[in-house]
């Protein structure tokens, strides 16, 4: 295996955006270089809040004074907070140098949330730059602020939490819905590991999570190239997925902070983020695994009062889906019967009918009609898709095993990790993640497992046996 410098050096050849990563025990101390060789002349903003400022933002914040880089900061008062678009306004504020109004906006309970087609301004030399130091909250805001002015930002990641830190789009909440509004990665990460591994065991333990997601996300990739949908790109596979079972090869590291485990968690994390600059789609990092966390976002599911994380709610759409593909290993698919299968195979009008009911109750309510719309194939497609199935399937699930982990030994990763591995360790039930297949299936365009599984008139037999007697997450 190559080492982690020859790694990060290409992958920076293929991002799009993210031109600088360093990484390493006491990386900070580079923070003031590589801010005034990627913004030379500009003043800038530390933004933390009160968690991260004492870890890590008030050595950086002297550390540019002591560099003579003009600085300011501002630090959110606030233990815990979400990606709320009022923050996007504050963290807007706070790039024009007003911290009085971005105070008032913090700090106001019942703020009207802007228009944020109207959020952008023309780009100037007199902004501030943005340097974010903490986790994945903090990133986004900046993230999507400096978008709205036409410039980049630094960031120094205090948790290896998400893989958002080097990906495109902020995932924000926005007028009632959680969406990912589309902007530039960072120009600049400096990911100091001394203060990552000192992050609180549940973020970092999400991070591997969301690594994790990976797997499953491949073979979903994998599945979509072998059909059409989305052609592998080598650059964006190779990036990652060459040293992901590597990456995710040290849990018990992962749990005990160990600086080597965390340097490799967060190596992992952030080249799927350049994996989804080169790609310029998330396809390289999430799929279905992905899917169940969505839907519980938008339902805005909480436990115990509280919402659960990116990387928890993963854990668990990843384990789900690795236990459907062990069902999907089972089944035969050189007997399939495609004459009959594209017979019965249901038109456009049928199917939108469908996506209609499936998310009749759900707060996005054509969401299913939309995506199923974008995606649906019609008989000529199926039977193009299904002959291919039924001739090359050995090969197809050969190439399928060798990516994908079962759930048992998924399972036992999130145990020593830390992360969730069962349903209830993010308060949903079972059967609560049984009945959300069907929106799974309709909730994006992106083909996915379920898709070819409906094609192939095998999704009772894929999902099923899952919640059966002897499944994976048996009822
Ligand atoms: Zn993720």
Partial sequence: MIDSKERIARALAISTDTKVFEMGQDASALAPEVFT?????????????????PVLGERVAADFKAAGIPTDTYIIDKKEFHAD???????DLIVKGDYTAAKAVENDENHQEGDAEKAFSQSSDGYNVLVSVGSGVINDLCKLSSYHHGQSYLTLPTAASVDGYS?????????????????????????????????????????YADLAAKVPAGAEWIIADFVGSEPIQDDAWHVLQDYLDGFLSDPEGVAAGEPRAIA????????????????????????????????LDMVGHRFEGKLQ???????????????????LFKLDLTVLDVDSLVDSWPSLEQE?????????????????????????????????????????????????????????????????????YETG???????????????????????????????GGFYDALVEP?????GAWEI
């Fill in 425 to 455: 360790h993010i308060g949903v039930s079972r059967a609560q993640i049984r009945d959300m297949f069907p929106k799974v299936q309709l909730l994006r365009a992106r083909y996915n497992l379920l898709d070819l599984a409906m094609r």
């Fill in 352 to 420: 939108q009918d469908r996506a209609l009911e499936v998310f009749r109750d759900f707060p996005a309510p054509n969401l299913g009609y939309i995506q199923i719309s974008q995606k649906y194939g019609d008989k000529a497609a199926v039977r193009a898709e299904l002959s291919r199935l039924k001739a090359e399937w050995p090969t197809l699930k050969e190439r399928l095993q060798g990516q994908v982990y079962s759930f048992e030994k998924m399972q036992k990763l999130f145990r020593i990790a830390g992360a969730p």
């Fill in 37 to 53: 060789k990627c913004f030379p002349g500009r003043k800038a903003v530390i933004v933390a809040d009160i968690n991260t400022w």
């Fill in 309 to 327: 994380s990116h990387g928890f709610q993963v854990a668990i759409g990843t384990l789900t889906m690795c236990a459907v593909f062990d069902e």
């Fill in 85 to 91: 678009w009022k923050y996007v306004e504050m963290t």
């Fill in 167 to 207: 990906s495109f789009g902020a995932s924000i909440t926005y007028q009632g819905s959680k969406q990912t509004f589309t902007c530039p990665a960072p120009v600049a990460i400096v990911a100091d590991i001394d203060v990552i591994a000192h992050a609180p065991k549940h973020m970092t333990a999400a991070g």
């Fill in 466 to 470: 899952v919640f059966a007697r002897g």
């Fill in 264 to 295: 490799d968690l967060f190596e992992g994390l952030t080249l799927s983020g350049f994996a989804m600059q080169a790609a310029k789609s998330s396809r390289p990092a999430s799929c279905c695994d992905h899917l169940f966390s969505h839907i």
